[in-house]
């Protein structure tokens, strides 16, 4: 079965840092570009970082450029994406997924790439930032 399983998010004050997880079963996340997506409560999904292992690339929206990133681990086939300095506007549940990106000169914007089914999204992991 393919999955995608994103875990580690909590509740942490501005200024401070979590670390992601997305665990991937059913495949080899290295033939894919994943990413990291978040949505917060009445607002569109936004996608946050994308990284392709075969590629040797990674992006970043303007959001959290500087702030967060994101890594990978073949062996244990876990995609992380790290944050720092974290804002009370970065509070959102935060899925993992199949991404694309579009952009250049450093400013991109991360989309789903529908072409890939890694099956439902889930429940994601909740990021709350307070102030």
């Known amino acids: 079965e393919v999955q995608l399983q994103a875990s580690g998010g909590g509740l942490v004050q501005a200024g401070g840092s979590l670390r992601l997880s997305c665990a991937a079963s059913?495949?080899?996340?290295?033939?894919?570009?994943v990413g990291w997506f978040r949505q917060a409560p009445g607002q569109e999904r936004e996608g946050v970082s994308c990284?392709?292992?075969?590629?040797?690339?990674?992006y970043y929206s303007d959001s959290v450029k500087g702030r967060f990133t994101i890594s990978s681990d073949s062996r244990k086939n876990t995609v992380y994406l790290q944050m720092n300095n974290l804002k009370p506007e970065d509070t959102a549940t935060y899925y993992c997924?199949?991404?694309?990106?579009?952009?250049?000169?450093?400013?991109?914007?991360?989309?789903?790439?529908?072409?890939?089914?890694?099956?439902?999204w889930g429940q994601g992991t909740l990021v709350t930032v307070s102030s």
């Open positions: 990284i392709s292992n075969s590629e040797g690339t990674s």
């Open positions: 059913g495949f080899p996340l290295d033939v894919y570009a």
């Open positions: 997924g199949a991404c694309f990106v579009h952009g250049s000169d450093d400013h991109y914007t991360v989309h789903v790439d529908t072409r890939v089914d890694f099956g439902p």
